[in-house]
């Protein structure tokens, strides 16, 4: 007999996700990464970039996995992150406007922001950034990069490009980069514009690391701030316009990395596990 598993879609500016409560005595365990790509898939499943997990923590009030659609398990998800704080809230798991949430990237505070018991997004303090220039220009398919190496709890590379990042042939470049033997591990690309100095906006677009093009990413968001404010092309707050909307970033070039956006619930469902 199938055994059902109670779902919520969520999406933070278009980054959308199938979320789970994983807690112990709330969800029997299941083969999670395999469960990610049935239920991920756009065609036979729900649909979505990730299957999020709220799991118990003896480090924070909750923790957060997260598997891609095709399994991989990765370390941390910005956008997500935002959903996550939203979903305990309103649920009542954790009922309070500041959390800290577990991740495999390490523990990230949230701030909420709450209306009528309703939370519309959150401020998330994202940890301290490494950031390294690689040696050379990566070349792919004749198109030379000069990457920088960007991790805040997940990897990136990012690239400041002069034509518009709409016209980059992301979907072409982006998995080449994300498999390139500089990055082991694989890692998240990204293009982007300076769109202006004052007050400070950015243009980009993301290959996610096993997820392909997304609406937005928000690890990725603080990613290119970093990468900007390292050359100084923006100051200490940016708005980073992506594909499904805009966050706020604010980093002073030492501390850690702030983003502010959105978190959306868009419905609730029941998934018949085998």
Not at 152 to 177: D, K, M, S
Not at 184 to 203: C, G, H, K, M
Request: with cysteine.
């Amino acid at each position: 007999m199938k055994q059902p598993l109670p779902f919520v879609k969520m999406h933070g500016l278009g980054n959308d996700f199938v979320v789970v409560d994983a807690r112990s005595g709330a969800t029997p365990a299941h083969n999670w990464p395999t469960l990610a790509q049935a239920m991920c898939d756009r065609h036979y499943g729900v649909g979505a970039d990730q299957l999020l997990l709220v799991c118990d923590s003896r480090r924070a009030d909750v923790t957060m996995r997260l598997f891609n659609t095709d399994g991989f398990e990765a370390e941390m998800c910005g956008n997500g992150i935002r959903c996550v704080g939203k979903y305990v809230y309103e649920r009542g798991i954790v009922r309070k406007p500041q959390l800290a949430v577990e991740t495999l990237g390490g523990v990230k505070r949230l701030n909420l922001l709450i209306e009528h018991g309703i939370v519309s997004g959150a401020a998330v303090a994202m940890g301290v950034p490494q950031a390294v220039w690689l040696d050379e220009p990566v070349i792919i398919d004749g198109v030379p990069l000069r990457l920088m190496s960007v991790n805040v709890g997940n990897p990136h590379a990012v690239a400041v490009i002069e034509t518009p990042v709409e016209n980059f042939p992301l979907e072409r470049i982006g998995p080449q980069v994300e498999r390139h033997p500089l990055f082991p591990n694989r890692t998240n690309f990204e293009v982007i514009n300076v769109l202006q100095r004052d007050p400070p906006a950015l243009q980009a677009r993301v290959w996610e690391r096993s997820a392909g093009l997304t609406l937005a990413c928000g690890t990725g968001a603080c990613a290119v701030t970093v990468a900007a404010r390292l050359q100084g092309l923006v100051g200490n707050e940016t708005d980073v316009h992506l594909p499904g909307g805009t966050l706020r970033i604010a980093w002073d070039g030492e501390g850690e990395v702030w983003m502010t956006g959105p978190a959306t619930t868009v419905f609730e469902g029941v998934w018949l596990c085998d």
